[in-house]
């Protein structure tokens, strides 16, 4: 399928964008009201502890008045003797009513208070849900992939950090038991057979010097993986157990490849390799590099496999921990503002935009958004509706 813009000429970013900017908005005018009731929820919130508080000062301010008026009142009594302990009595009763009172009020307060955090939370993971179906489709700019794959009792759990432009992140959840290949645990071999690291130094029977210790990694299991654009950390351990001999490798596979190996024995000691000259000289600095570009290889055919979103930062702060929804969307149509100034330049009529789409045999389709439909859909969030358009640059 081929795009152009509605004047014929070629659209550069070869997407239904229109159909994208619709989305965007519906998803936009949707976690915006939910963002909207989680607002109104917390001031509710803030105003019931705040009434709690309120009324208990005027309960103490009542007892400590009544007290007074008692104390007062036996003082000037000519029967101090008889009237002292039923005023003590009277005291013991109104002290216990108060309390009773502030804990009753109290515990009605957090039980009000529990309901609305729920409702918070359910709006929240609404908001989740919504922005997760709109971000698994990669609506923005990609600058960098991030990979972190852990070993676990079965397979490996792994997420995977999207960076997009405008700052915005996005934190998946990777559903790794749905790929064949890092369904189970996964060992050199099944990147690149007889790979050899000298491990250490050892002294040979009948012999003066020590020579280094060759240790073949073929069976040794990926129990970390760290992988961040051409930057690739992997942990590969004999087994399992965390005490077992282990190396760690932090590659750069650019145009000048470099690693660097650490190897950790059975007491959790780590250290460098390329330290000990005689290891050093030993490195098969080519096999590793075949190594690291398979791991890379079979890392990335994970992506497809992001599934449930975590979270979504925002100049590395959680959207939804800081009720940021709104700036998110401001900044997505920011993104997006000068493709649509470029669309409506190439738009035919001045009330709506429009692309072409063209089959495989040449057929052309229409396809519109109408800017009277973005108005009304906008209207439906007030004045943070006139910002969203004044930032995708609509003129409506």
């Known amino acids: 399928m081929r795009f152009l813009y509605g004047d014929s000429t070629e659209f550069d970013l070869q997407i239904d964008f229109l159909r994208l900017l619709n989305n965007f908005i519906d998803t936009g005018v949707r976690t915006i009201k939910y963002e909207n009731a989680i607002f109104d929820l917390k001031n509710s919130?803030?105003?019931?502890?705040?009434?709690n508080t309120s009324v208990i000062?005027?309960?103490?301010?009542?007892?400590?008045?009544i007290e007074t008026a008692i104390s007062e009142?036996?003082?000037?009594?000519?029967?101090?003797?008889?009237?002292?302990?039923?005023?003590?009595?009277?005291?013991?009763l109104f002290n216990k009513f108060i309390e009773e009172s502030k804990t009753k009020l109290s515990d009605e307060i957090e039980k009000e208070i529990a309901q609305l955090e729920k409702k918070i939370k359910e709006a929240c993971e609404e908001n989740r849900k919504i922005l997760e179906s709109f971000f698994i489709y990669d609506p923005i700019p990609i600058i960098e992939e991030n990979y972190t794959i852990k070993a676990?009792?079965?397979?490996y759990s792994a997420k995977l950090k999207i960076d997009g432009e405008g700052g915005i992140s996005s934190l998946f959840h990777i559903a790794s038991s749905e790929?064949?290949?890092?369904r189970n645990h996964v060992r050199a071999r099944d990147f690149v057979k007889d790979v050899q690291i000298p491990a250490r130094l050892k002294k040979p029977f009948l012999k003066k010097e020590p020579v280094p210790d060759i240790v073949n990694i073929n069976d040794f299991i990926i129990v970390d993986l760290v992988l961040s654009d051409k930057e690739?950390?992997?942990v590969f351990r004999k087994r399992l157990d965390s005490k077992a001999e282990a190396f760690r490798l932090k590659m750069k596979l650019e145009k000048e490849f470099s690693v660097e190996v650490y190897e950790t024995e059975d007491n959790g000691t780590e250290r460098s390799i390329e330290n000990?000259?005689?290891?050093?000289?030993?490195?098969?600095?080519?096999?590793?590099?075949?190594?690291?570009?398979?791991i890379i290889e079979k890392t990335k055919y994970l992506y497809?496999?992001?599934?449930?979103?975590?979270?979504?930062?925002?100049?590395?702060?959680?959207?939804?921990?800081?009720?940021?929804?709104?700036?998110?969307?401001?900044?997505?149509?920011?993104?997006?503002?000068?493709t649509i100034s470029d669309i409506r330049k190439h738009s035919p009529s001045g009330e709506e935009l429009s692309l072409k789409s063209e089959d495989e045999h040449g057929a052309r389709h229409e396809i519109y958004l109408k800017k009277s439909e973005i108005k009304e859909k906008l209207n439906e969030i007030g004045d943070k509706g006139k910002t969203l358009s004044e930032f995708l640059n609509i003129i409506i």
């Open 73 to 92: 009142s036996v003082a000037s009594s000519k029967e101090q003797e008889t009237f002292v302990k039923y005023a003590d009595k009277s005291k013991e």
């Open 57 to 65: 000062e005027d309960m103490n301010g009542f007892l400590v008045n």
């Open 232 to 234: 690739l950390e992997v």
């Open 276 to 294: 000990i000259p005689e290891l050093k000289n030993e490195l098969n600095y080519l096999r590793l590099q075949e190594l690291g570009i398979k």
């Open 304 to 338: 497809p496999k992001k599934q449930k979103l975590e979270t979504i930062l925002l100049e590395e702060k959680d959207v939804f921990e800081e009720n940021l929804v709104f700036e998110l969307m401001q900044k997505v149509a920011e993104i997006f503002a000068p």
């Open 152 to 155: 676990a009792e079965k397979g």
């Open 179 to 182: 790929s064949p290949f890092w």
């Open 45 to 51: 919130i803030i105003e019931r502890k705040k009434y």
